[in-house]
């Protein structure tokens, strides 16, 4: 940014600034930081976009966050049941992955509590039946080697020197302890389906040991972005993972030591991940995630904050969430898709029925496809984000399912294509507000902000009172740094100097629209 000539002249007498005769005062703009899109939740239909209106009243919560929670419980609770066919062009899971990101004191947690409820309680189940279940399978591999014993036995005789066997009697031995190997006892599925901060092997293991299907979720992402799975060593092999698994791939492992190894296919693992905002500035900063196409899988919400507005005067005393008919109907929906048995195969893997996108449903869908598409050359509105916007067809079709499934049982329609590209359309414009913010530079965001407080609270402002300043201003060099910007921009002008000739008072300019 170039700079402006000095707009004014300081008296040594007075140390007021006057302004230069026939100065032509042109402040040069400064970016201001949007308002956040906002959140088409009745795109998410009567169910779910109640619920998620529901839960952002009476948690007091911003209604974009409320519905990234029960979209993401909703995925959870289907992928494991269908995926979705997009004409001849593929199928896909139903899985879906969420970034939400909320500053503290948002109240990430008490959200999350509620819209998983019905996750969390049934996770509790499974917990509290899991010892009995491993209790029984201990006394079914005491009796399965209590047998193994037995047939071993019954071919060596009961000398104290065992007879040797002929080759007739090897061949029966072995075929018999065959037969008992068909019937060994398997232990039970562990009981957790959600994850919150897994390293590459810790998801591998999970999926191997517990459900085929399961989440990983947290109202504290940052957990998992600082943790072990995605440091410096283990990031490629954790996000390299998570990839696959959005894409509906198999996942392996290779280790040197026997037994280690192995290819897991027929996973699904959905995501929800809570994050601070300069958690989130160093996340979608971050070249290998990504330059890899991992963060341009997560649909990102960021919206507008309610902190200083969540009053509870005018509020019935009485009212509670758990009352509320369409929480209860949404928990209802979820805690009985949790619930249904998942189809799977002999090997175990899920084996989802195929939602198709066809008919009307499917014009739409590419026409959708299209126009994103079209948006994502060199001059379109989508080049700044391609990641993001390349995958959105896919999302739209993996959103619709979603709405179906949970709505119907059904394939999406023409109707669910049409929400669900709402939805998208929401997640494009957020990721393009964060380019546009990102490239023209968090200071001139600061500068305004500044700018607004100072005009409504006078116009003018003396050094003697940063420390009435916004907290994130309040610091003297902070606080400099940013008027120093509103002057040389034109929107400010120093009114004294202190001893140290450094400016000790600031006064906006009138008539300046931008403040």
């Given at each position: 940014?170039s700079?402006?000539?000095?707009?004014?002249i300081?008296?040594?007498?007075t140390?007021?600034?006057?302004?230069l005769?026939?100065?032509?005062?042109?402040?040069?703009?400064?970016?201001?930081?949007?308002?956040?899109p906002?959140?088409?939740?009745e795109?998410?239909g009567?169910?779910?976009?109640?619920?998620?209106?529901?839960?952002a009243h009476?948690?007091q919560?911003?209604?974009?966050?409320?519905a990234?929670?029960?979209?993401?419980a909703?995925?959870l609770?289907v992928?494991?049941?269908?995926?979705?066919?997009?004409?001849?062009?593929?199928?896909?899971p139903?899985?879906?992955?969420f970034l939400?990101?909320?500053?503290?004191?948002?109240?990430?947690?008490?959200?999350?509590n509620l819209?998983?409820?019905?996750?969390?309680?049934?996770?509790k189940e499974?917990?509290?039946?899991?010892?009995?279940?491993?209790a029984?399978?201990?006394?079914?591999?005491?009796a399965?080697?209590m047998?193994?014993k037995s047939?071993?036995?019954?071919?060596?005789?009961h000398?104290?020197k065992?007879?040797?066997?002929?080759?007739?009697?090897?061949?029966?031995?072995?075929?018999?302890?065959?037969?008992?190997e068909?019937?060994?006892?398997?232990?039970?599925s562990?009981p957790?389906?959600?994850?919150?901060?897994?390293?590459?092997e810790g998801?591998y293991?999970?999926f191997?040991?517990?459900?085929p299907?399961?989440?990983?979720f947290?109202?504290e992402g940052?957990?998992?972005?600082?943790?072990?799975?995605?440091?410096?060593?283990?990031?490629?092999r954790?996000i390299?993972?998570?990839?696959?698994?959005?894409?509906?791939?198999?996942?392996?492992?290779?280790?040197?030591?026997?037994?280690?190894?192995?290819?897991?296919?027929g996973?699904?693992?959905a995501?929800?991940?809570?994050?601070?905002?300069?958690?989130?500035?160093?996340?979608?900063?971050?070249?290998?995630m990504?330059?890899?196409g991992?963060?341009?899988?997560f649909?990102?919400?960021?919206?507008?904050s309610?902190v200083?507005?969540?009053?509870?005067?005018n509020?019935?005393r009485?009212?509670?969430?758990?009352?509320?008919?369409?929480?209860?109907?949404?928990?209802?929906?979820?805690s009985e898709?949790i619930?249904?048995?998942l189809?799977?195969?002999?090997?175990?893997?899920?084996?989802?029925?195929?939602?198709?996108?066809?008919?009307?449903a499917?014009?739409q869908w590419?026409?959708?496809?299209?126009?994103?598409?079209e948006?994502?050359g060199?001059?379109?509105?989508?080049?700044?984000?391609?990641?993001?916007a390349?995958?959105?067809?896919d999302?739209?079709?993996?959103?619709?399912?979603?709405?179906?499934?949970?709505?119907?049982?059904?394939?999406?329609?023409k109707?669910?294509i049409?929400?669900a590209?709402?939805?998208?359309q929401?997640?494009?414009?957020?990721?393009?507000?964060?380019?546009?913010e990102?490239?023209?530079g968090?200071?001139e965001?600061?500068?305004?902000?500044?700018?607004d407080?100072?005009?409504?609270?006078?116009?003018?402002?003396h050094?003697?009172?940063f420390?009435?300043?916004?907290?994130?201003?309040r610091?003297?060099?902070?606080?400099?740094?940013l008027?120093?910007?509103l002057?040389?921009?034109?929107?400010a002008v120093?009114?004294?100097?202190?001893?140290?000739?450094?400016?000790?008072?600031?006064?906006?300019v009138?008539?300046?629209?931008?403040?």
């Amino acid at each position: 940014m170039s700079k402006q000539p000095p707009m004014a002249i300081i008296d040594p007498r007075t140390n007021v600034q006057t302004p230069l005769p026939g100065f032509d005062a042109n402040p040069i703009p400064l970016t201001r930081k949007a308002p956040a899109p906002e959140y088409p939740v009745e795109a998410l239909g009567e169910l779910l976009g109640r619920a998620a209106t529901a839960l952002a009243h009476h948690v007091q919560a911003p209604v974009g966050m409320a519905a990234q929670s029960v979209l993401a419980a909703a995925s959870l609770a289907v992928h494991g049941h269908a995926n979705v066919q997009k004409g001849g062009i593929g199928i896909s899971p139903l899985s879906l992955y969420f970034l939400t990101i909320a500053a503290s004191g948002e109240r990430k947690s008490s959200l999350d509590n509620l819209a998983m409820k019905p996750v969390y309680d049934y996770q509790k189940e499974r917990r509290e039946e899991y010892e009995f279940l491993m209790a029984k399978y201990r006394a079914d591999m005491e009796a399965h080697e209590m047998r193994h014993k037995s047939i071993v036995a019954s071919y060596k005789g009961h000398g104290k020197k065992p007879k040797p066997l002929t080759h007739d009697e090897q061949q029966a031995l072995a075929s018999d302890l065959a037969e008992l190997e068909k019937n060994r006892p398997t232990p039970p599925s562990r009981p957790h389906i959600l994850m919150e901060e897994p390293t590459a092997e810790g998801i591998y293991k999970h999926f191997l040991e517990s459900l085929p299907s399961g989440g990983l979720f947290s109202d504290e992402g940052g957990g998992f972005f600082s943790g072990h799975g995605m440091s410096d060593e283990a990031k490629g092999r954790t996000i390299t993972l998570l990839s696959q698994l959005w894409d509906g791939k198999p996942i392996t492992r290779t280790r040197a030591a026997a037994g280690e190894s192995g290819v897991l296919a027929g996973r699904r693992l959905a995501a929800h991940l809570m994050i601070q905002p300069v958690i989130a500035d160093k996340v979608l900063s971050d070249r290998l995630m990504m330059g890899q196409g991992f963060l341009a899988r997560f649909l990102v919400c960021s919206d507008r904050s309610l902190v200083g507005s969540r009053f509870l005067a005018n509020r019935p005393r009485d009212e509670r969430a758990l009352h509320d008919p369409a929480i209860n109907q949404f928990w209802e929906r979820i805690s009985e898709l949790i619930r249904q048995s998942l189809p799977t195969d002999e090997a175990g893997e899920i084996d989802p029925v195929i939602l198709p996108i066809n008919g009307a449903a499917y014009d739409q869908w590419t026409n959708v496809h299209d126009t994103i598409e079209e948006q994502l050359g060199p001059h379109g509105e989508f080049s700044v984000i391609p990641g993001f916007a390349s995958k959105a067809a896919d999302n739209v079709a993996r959103i619709a399912a979603v709405l179906s499934y949970v709505e119907t049982g059904a394939a999406p329609d023409k109707e669910h294509i049409n929400r669900a590209a709402e939805i998208i359309q929401y997640f494009l414009q957020t990721m393009l507000q964060r380019s546009q913010e990102a490239s023209s530079g968090a200071a001139e965001h600061d500068a305004m902000e500044l700018a607004d407080w100072i005009k409504r609270n006078g116009g003018e402002l003396h050094a003697n009172n940063f420390n009435k300043l916004p907290a994130a201003y309040r610091k003297a060099q902070t606080a400099r740094a940013l008027l120093a910007l509103l002057v040389e921009c034109g929107h400010a002008v120093v009114t004294a100097i202190g001893p140290n000739r450094k400016p000790r008072a600031w006064q906006l300019v009138e008539g300046d629209e931008n403040v």
